[in-house]
Nanobody, 122 residues
Framework: QVQLVESGGGLVQAGGSLRLSCAAS????????MGWFRQAPGKEREFVAH????????YSLESVKGRFTISRDNAKNTVYLQMNSLKPEDTAVYYC???????????????WGQGTQVTVSS
């Protein structure tokens, strides 16, 4: 059974930092591209960043470039999202997901975590 478990969310003041982690089990982690998405209340799920199987290719949403960094440790079956200079508009539930293709489209991701809440206060 495949499981993706996110952690590291919480409440932080604007300008602060959080590091999200997503621990994967039940799949060959290094065979999957990994992505982070977020969903704010009343909005559609939004792509944030993705990383290729070996970590050599990364791409992120324009509004988070320079502030968020995605990385992975295949030995630990874990993908991370380092979030710096957080803004109130970054408030959302953040999800990690696994895909067999490198994509920013949610429907191309086959496995999803349960999400972790990130709240940024002004």
């Amino acid at each position: 059974q495949v499981q993706l478990v996110e952690s590291g969310g919480g409440l932080v003041q604007a300008g602060g930092s959080l590091r999200l982690s997503c621990a994967a089990s039940g799949l060959t982690f290094s065979s999957y591209a990994m992505g982070w998405f977020r969903q704010a209340p009343g909005k559609e799920r939004e792509f944030v960043a993705h990383i290729s199987w070996s970590g050599g290719t990364r791409y992120s949403l324009e509004s988070v470039k320079g502030r968020f960094t995605i990385s992975r440790d295949n030995a630990k079956n874990t993908v991370y999202l380092q979030m710096n200079s957080l803004k109130p508009e970054d408030t959302a539930v953040y999800y990690c997901a696994a895909s067999t293709v490198l994509s920013d489209v949610p429907r191309q991701y086959v496995y999803w975590g349960q999400g972790t809440q990130v709240t940024v206060s002004s």
